[in-house]
């Protein structure tokens, strides 16, 4: 007889499915129909376990956020013999290495700027805004950590918006990405650590 799936089980096979459909395409829509297929369950097995598209898609984010490792970058970050600044272009460096090693995507956004498609809905869009809120979720903590090394003013510490700096620190990315899907990507790509250092520098020393 085969074996019989259990509740824990299910649910695991239904994130897998999700991830995976994101990892294969960051823009999928992740609809409920087509992770159920995917992950191989019923319509109702997976509205047991997420009654909404947004349950879904914030248990995957979540889950996606719990196997993240820790990689050479992330270690630096505390590695206090080095400045703050340093550190976070380090840490920026290899965001932007990593979504620009990503051809698919590239290839999509190039797609997208060639001729742009209608507005997305907010059940297409919300999948993306999912993962961005992840990512900016760590780059505010990169952030809070490197800039309460720089400031001794405890005041000035408390004003400090760190998700205002990782915003403009992810729109700073998002910028990079988008002129390497542009032609003339290669002369463009000798200015990116400096347009990094100059972010770094400016979200490091705000002062509220």
Do not use: K, N, Y
């Not at 994101?22 to 109702?44: E, F, H, I, K, N």
């Not at 907010?122 to 993306?128: F, L, S």
């Not at 405890?154 to 998002?174: E, I, K, N, P, Q």
């Amino acid at each position: 007889m085969p074996e019989r799936q259990t509740p824990g089980s299910t649910r695991d096979r239904i994130l897998s499915a999700a991830a995976a459909m994101l990892a294969d395409d960051p823009a999928a829509t992740l609809s409920v129909r087509a992770v159920a297929q995917r992950a191989g369950v019923s319509m109702g097995s997976l509205r047991h376990f997420f009654p909404t598209q947004r349950d879904l898609i914030d248990a995957v984010v979540a889950a996606i956020a719990a196997i993240q490792p820790t990689d050479e970058l992330e270690s630096a970050l505390h590695d206090t013999t080095r400045p703050a600044v340093d550190r976070l272009v380090d840490l920026l460096r290899g965001t932007l290495r990593d979504a620009l090693a990503d051809e698919s995507a590239r290839a999509r956004l190039r797609s997208a700027l060639a001729a742009p498609s209608s507005i997305p809905t907010d059940e297409q869009a919300a999948p993306t805004l999912a993962l961005e809120r992840l990512a900016l979720r760590q780059i505010a903590g990169w952030v809070t950590t490197l800039h309460a090394e720089t400031d001794d003013d405890d005041a000035s510490t408390l004003l400090f918006d760190a998700d205002a700096g990782a915003r403009f620190l992810g729109t700073v990315l998002t910028g990079l990405v988008t002129e390497q899907a542009l032609p003339g990507a290669l002369s463009r790509a000798a200015f990116h650590d400096g347009t990094l250092r100059i972010a770094a520098t400016a979200v490091l020393s705000t002062r509220g």
